[in-house]
């Protein structure tokens, strides 16, 4: 009399093809014990996708209406490592983390928060330069966005201005309000889709 591996039950004599015996060990083993959180409850990948999907649908909303926008990205907060930083996430739904060269090709051209009010961005360091940190850096990889500076266009109404007032000044990624939905009238190089 065979039983079948890890769970005790009787085979009533016949013997179990190798493959079965097999499946059943893989499966026992690929039992994840009640005390670890499963993969789906992580949370990354479904911010990643909702702020995808709203992206998606804030284009499509101006494609219909006001054909204004072609492209976009949202800013958020990401947790790399156990350090907070300035991710981004395209219409694509491709998430990075907001690097210092993809900043500036979003600030070479005009972005509008919310698709509302047209801002500008810059990169700002926070963090005091010290030799020894310099030699740290990677040269394969580039120069991660500490702060981002979010400043209004000056042809801005104040209405739109004072919508958007959370979202001025030197933000970092722990002082970041929430999203920064960035429309643009095309794609920035540098950028993926």
Known sequence: MCRLPGTGASTGGAGWPTFCIVMAVRQAARAVPAHFPS???????????ALREQLVRVLDWYREHRPAFAWGVVLHRRNERGKLRFGAVTPAGESLLLTQPLLASLAGGPCWLDGAVRV??????????????????????PPLVEALAV????????????????????LTPA???????????????GWPL
């Open 39 to 49: 993969v789906g409850t992580m949370p990354s990948p479904l911010v990643v996708d």
């Open 151 to 170: 400043c209004f266009d000056p042809d801005a109404s104040a209405a739109e201005c004072e919508a958007f007032q959370a979202m001025a000044g030197t």
């Open 175 to 189: 002082t970041l309000p929430s999203e920064l939905f960035l429309l643009l009238k095309k794609r920035s190089i």
């Open 120 to 141: 500008r961005l810059a990169c700002r360091q926070v963090t005091q330069c010290h030799p020894w940190l310099d030699a740290l850096h990677r040269p394969d990889r």
